[in-house]
């Protein structure tokens, strides 16, 4: 009697003591002990919310990358006062991404969010932070409605989609020589919003629409409706995977035209998804350009990995962060008074904000794959 | 709703959909099998399903390296026989590890169905993440350098290097029948033909349907339950490497959590056609695949899968049993 209510007490024990290190966060980076009393941020962290794994989670690897380069060259200047860095990992699904923010903001150490990484996820948290007076800078968000609530804590250094879509349609109409253009997207939160607008903008040139799902591989329906339309281009709103089995099985049922998508489908991880030929002549814009020469030499030092798209998007926003720091500034209302009024030029290209957290100057930029591989480095910026 | 569209394409999408649901009626067949033995639901099926997908992708990796190359069907015969084997092989083998490991024992123990079904999600869910944490288990044993090529990366989209180029061979209406579809269909046709003759004719058939018919009068007939049991995971596994050969020469590339919606699909067919009916999981795979094409092409891609279980729905409530209704059990000899 006594021994199996000794069992079941440690089996209690054992399970709230389980799920209490299960609600634990992953910690990477370096965190000091010692607790400054000197108002300075010391051992404080920056807080990263975006996809690490998933159908999108190269994308976020990237921006994880880039937000390492940074703090690793502000902890070589500041080696007693080193800030550090806390990774959550959303997979970029808006449903995951809640639960995390809310751990975000009662972890007191952190200082600033670099993220969300996508829209979805921006719009599904984006009060949270806001209610919590948390300031954070997305690298990746493009999602135009994100900065249309109000929320003055929240702003990105990378050009929204109604600016990419504009240029996208322009692109292929001008550009491409298309005449009728068939829109496809995912649903979600960034794809929809910029195949809207790519749709908008093509006005009559628009040859049909529809709409897949995520995790969706056979898409012989759409092939079919492609076709069928005699649309000569095809827009494709979403990510990479969906993005390069499209391309795949639309060349392998014939068809000649000029696929292109967006930003979330730039990644070298399109060409995998379509095979080379496949993907060879696909047109991938973003609101980025190339990074300067000396980055990826130095982010390979840090990360043992090539940068990609958003590393130099998210190394900028730590280093507003860290100017934030240098500045003397600590407490969130600062640190957000610092962002909004932050004119420089980072790896990305000259950045500063609007009152509603929109970065002010944006160039398209459009990358082809060639010969079986992604340009990253020759892109044509579309007026 | 588009029904113009729909008529003027009749032929390209149900060609196009019977491909689609020759994949469904394959992993459709190691439901409704391991259900009519049993009146178990194997919801690992679908990884058995998906490591067979890998074993496709490891065996093109390792033989042409990972170079992207696109060829013709006819071509890649040889590579692609050697990933067929190895597709059936490994998920036999997974197959038949979910037989020994996580049924074997609550069946022997005459544990509730119900605890065999939470068993067989719980199976779902360890193979799936075993694939997705690969990497780590290799670095565990020290080889994940030797073997990043197939162990890189593990949580991403892993694509064949091979991309199979399929060939126009003849018009029906305004498509062009490929060879890849020809192959797809076919070859499913022929294995739910020679599934359902061995089920029929041999003795190893026999001991299947006395099992499903009856354990006890079957064990005193002298049928070994285990072996008829173990055979069963067997020819499940078997379908689903043919399955996922035939998957990976169409779509290509896969990952941890590929099977999951497939077998969902798949399970919708084993029950539209009557589970635990062969005949039945034919049917309801190509029925499945074609009315998921015309969904979406009447309402959009966005509702094909509401079409599809709304069919479900639709047709158990006439026919509860399933379209052909026959227990495996009842099948004549």
Excluded at chain 1, 74 to 103: M, R
Excluded at chain 1, 277 to 282: I, K
Excluded at chain 2, 153 to 177: C, E, H
Aim: charged share 15%.
């Amino acid at each position: 009697m006594i021994r199996s209510t000794l069992v079941r007490a440690l089996a209690v024990t054992a399970a709230l003591g389980l799920s209490v290190t299960a609600c634990g966060t992953t910690n990477n980076g370096t965190t000091s002990g010692s607790k400054s009393t000197a108002g300075a941020a010391c051992g404080k962290n920056l807080a990263f919310l975006g996809a690490e794994t998933g159908d999108a989670g190269a994308l976020g690897l990237n921006m994880v990358g880039g937000i390492k380069l940074a703090l690793d060259e502000y902890n070589k200047k500041h080696s007693s006062c080193k800030i550090g860095l806390k990774e959550f990992d959303s997979q970029g699904s808006p449903d995951k991404a809640p639960a995390l923010a809310t751990q975000v903001v009662n972890d007191s150490s952190i200082i600033g969010l670099v993220g969300p990484g996508f829209s979805g996820e921006s719009l599904a948290t984006g009060k949270t932070f806001f209610e919590a007076g948390l300031p954070s800078i997305s690298p990746s968000a493009t999602n135009v409605t994100i900065t249309q609530q109000g929320w003055t804590t929240w702003h990105r250094v990378i050009g929204n989609d109604d600016a990419q879509g504009k240029a996208d349609a322009t692109y292929l109409t001008s550009t491409g020589g298309a005449k009728k253009v068939y829109v496809v997207d995912d649903a979600q939160d960034y794809s929809k919003g910029l195949a809207t607008v790519v749709k908008t903008a093509l006005g009559a040139s628009a040859a049909g629409s529809d709409e897949i799902q995520v995790g969706q591989t056979d898409m012989s329906a759409v092939v079919t409706k492609v076709k069928s339309s005699g649309a000569d281009a095809v827009f494709y709103g979403g990510y990479y995977t969906e993005a390069g089995l499209l391309v795949k099985q639309l060349r392998q049922a014939g068809w000649k035209g000029t696929f292109m998508s967006g930003d979330g489908a730039e990644d070298p991880a399109f060409v995998k998804a379509a095979g080379a030929s496949a993907a060879n002549g696909a047109v991938l814009s973003a609101p980025a350009a190339p990074a300067p020469a000396d980055f990826n030499s130095k982010y390979k030092a840090v990360n043992s990995a090539d940068a990609g798209l958003y590393s130099t998007q998210a190394y900028d926003a730590a280093n507003i962060f860290l100017g934030a720091l240098d500045a003397g500034k600590s407490t969130p209302e600062d640190i957000n008074k610092f962002i909004g009024s932050y004119t420089g030029t980072g790896a990305s290209g000259p950045i500063s904000f609007d009152a509603k957290g929109d970065v002010t100057a944006t160039t398209i930029y459009a990358y082809m794959v060639k010969n079986g591989a992604l340009d990253t480095a020759n892109p044509t910026p579309i007026k | 709703m588009d029904f113009g569209f729909l008529f003027h394409n009749i032929i390209e999408l149900t060609i196009t959909g019977l491909a689609l649901g020759a994949i469904y009626a394959l992993v459709a067949l190691g439901y409704t099998m391991v259900y009519g033995v049993l009146q178990l639901i194997n919801f690992a099926h679908s990884e058995v399903f998906m490591y067979g997908t890998f074993a496709v992708a490891w065996v093109v990796v390792f033989f042409h390296g990972t170079t992207s190359a696109t060829q013709s069907l006819g071509s890649s015969l040889g590579i692609l026989g050697a990933a067929l084997v190895a597709a059936m092989v490994l998920s036999a083998a997974i197959a038949l590890l979910l037989e020994r490991v996580a049924y074997r024992p609550l069946i022997k123990k005459g544990a509730p169905k119900l605890i065999a079904l939470i068993s067989a999600i719980g199976a779902s869910f360890s193979l799936a993440e075993i694939m997705g944490l690969r990497d780590k288990i290799a670095g565990w044993v020290g080889l994940q350098d030797d073997l990043s090529a197939y162990v890189s990366k593990a949580r991403d989209l892993y694509s064949s290097p091979i991309d199979v180029q399929p060939q126009n061979l003849f018009p029906v209406g305004n498509y062009q029948v490929t060879d890849v579809d020809l192959l797809v269909i076919g070859a499913a046709l022929a294995m739910m033909v020679a599934l359902d003759q061995f089920v029929r004719r041999t003795r190893f058939g026999r001991g299947i349907r006395a099992v499903a018919q009856d354990p006890e009068s079957a064990a005193l007939m002298g049928v070994n339950s285990t072996r008829v049991v173990q055979l069963t995971f067997l020819i499940g596994g078997l379908m689903a490497g043919v399955a996922a050969t035939l998957y990976m020469i169409r779509i290509g590339s896969t990952r941890q959590n590929a099977g999951f919606i497939l077998g969902v699909k798949a399970f919708t067919a084993a029950v539209l056609g009557g589970i635990g009916n062969l005949r039945g999981a034919l049917i309801g795979g190509l029925l499945l695949g074609v009315v998921e094409n015309y969904g979406s092409a009447v309402f959009g891609s966005q509702w094909k899968d509401v079409v599809a279980f709304v069919l479900l729905v639709l047709i158990l409530l006439v026919r509860p049993s399933g379209l052909l209704g026959e227990a495996l059990g009842k099948a004549r000899a």
